[in-house]
């Protein structure tokens, strides 16, 4: 495993990033390594970093799986600056990323099934363990090396800032629209938040034809939801009347919300044969009254990110449909004011580090 400033070695290179060193969660520059670029490795020079609420949650050990020092970020995105012998599919100069996860077993039947995402021994790409047993460090950092299988092409018209989080955000709502169905021209299709992952599900839904109605608590984002999102209704959960106006008129409901909240008001918005399909993951289980299922024929599902081949088709279709995150592009040295405001929900809708333009080595960890 690298440790906080140890030196470059024949068998390491030396990498430079922020990383939590303990569960304040307060970042800090960072001296590691990264092991040298093997056959079948890819060396991306990191750009630009989205910062996901997953992000806040480890640095803080919210779930009890954090160690440190933590590097965060799973939604890198830059320039091929190296790659090993047996590399196929991209060479230098080409633009790459890296989500979620860098590794997997590579031979069980989601491997082999183009389902990474779902592999027992899926390896994360933040605070993971690797299969050499070193420390998976993510991309608050300048360079990123990973197995070519694991890293993607990012389409020359699609802004790299922009893109980024298209690698967690964007296929996490993109693998279940797919998965589920819900991608019929002329579907109606709502979605629960407004906010990182709620935000490019209207966006998805809208390009595959969907009818598309914002649900949310908060009537203050009416606007933005119609006017600069482009969704064709606005619906406010917390009112009655609206809530019963929409009974029995949707195909299908994306539910981005991370926190506990009710579900059965959802579940009477759908039509009969209806899917609601959550992507968070509320820290406590939520209630489900199982008639509302019976009575209706109704499904509630559930969906995590996608694999590798779904993300790369995921990317394509951005591109040819215009799609991007709406991203608040920082400098490094503002992450942690950006921690802070992510935890009040202050971004809209996603923040990005200009890891390329500001990340200053140090001689200091």
Same mark, same amino acid.
């Given at each position: 495993? $690298? ?10 290179? #030396? ?107 899926? &390896?994360t ?11 998976? @460090? ?11 299988? @694991?890293?993607?092409? &990012? ?16 296929i ?14 002329g579907?109606h ?7 990182? %992952?709620?935000?490019? #599900? ?12 914002? &649900? ?12 600069? %999102?482009g969704?064709? $209704?606005? %619906? ?8 019963k $106006? ?6 299908? =409901?994306?539910? +981005?919300v991370?926190?506990?909240?009710? &579900? ?6 759908l039509?009969?044969?209806?899917? %609601? ?27 995590? +990110? ?12 951005a $591109?040819k449909n ?7 592009? =920082? ?7 950006a ?27």
């Amino acid at each position: 495993m $690298a440790t906080e400033g140890s030196q470059e070695t024949a068998r390491e290179v #030396a990498a430079f990033g922020w990383a939590a060193k303990d569960s304040s969660g307060h970042l800090s520059p960072f001296h590691f390594s990264r092991r040298p670029t093997r056959d079948t490795d890819v060396k991306i020079k990191v750009l630009y970093c989205g910062i996901c609420h997953s992000d806040l949650h480890l640095i803080k050990n919210d779930w009890g799986i954090s160690w440190y020092p933590l590097v965060p970020g799973h939604e890198m995105v830059g320039v091929v600056a190296e790659v090993g012998s047996g590399v196929k599919g991209l060479k230098v100069g080409d633009k790459a990323g890296v989500g979620y996860y860098c590794n997997s077993c590579q031979t069980c039947e989601d491997c082999e099934n183009g389902l990474e995402s779902y592999c027992p021994e899926m &390896i994360t790409t933040v605070c993971g363990k690797d299969k050499d047993g070193t420390t998976t @460090y993510g991309g608050f950092s300048d360079i990123m090396v990973v197995e070519e299988r @694991y890293a993607v092409r &990012i389409p020359d018209n699609l802004d790299l800032a922009g893109a980024g989080p298209l690698l967690c955000a964007g296929i996490t709502v993109y693998s279940p629209l797919k998965y589920y169905g819900l991608t019929k021209p002329g579907m109606h299709i709502g979605v629960v938040g407004l906010g990182g %992952l709620g935000h490019v #599900a209207v966006k998805f839904a809208k390009a595959f034809g969907a009818r598309v109605t914002v &649900i949310s608590t908060s009537a203050g984002k009416k606007e933005e939801a119609l006017e600069r %999102l482009g969704a064709d $209704a606005f %619906l406010v959960s917390r009112d009655p009347e609206q809530m019963k $106006a929409a009974i029995g008129t949707m195909d299908g =409901i994306i539910d +981005t919300v991370a926190a506990v909240h009710p &579900i059965a008001p959802y579940l009477n918005i759908l039509k009969r044969h209806g899917k %609601l399909v959550i992507v968070s993951a509320p820290n406590k289980p939520l209630e489900l009254h199982v008639a509302q299922l019976t009575l209706g024929r109704k499904l509630v599902g559930g969906s995590c +990110t996608g694999g590798i081949k779904e993300t790369q088709e995921m990317l394509e279709f951005a $591109a040819k449909n215009g799609i991007m995150a709406d991203v608040e592009v =920082i400098p490094m040295d503002y992450v942690n004011t950006a921690l802070e405001r992510l935890a009040k929900s202050d971004v809209r809708y996603r923040f990005v580090i200009d890891i390329g333009n500001t990340l200053e080595p140090t001689t200091t960890s």
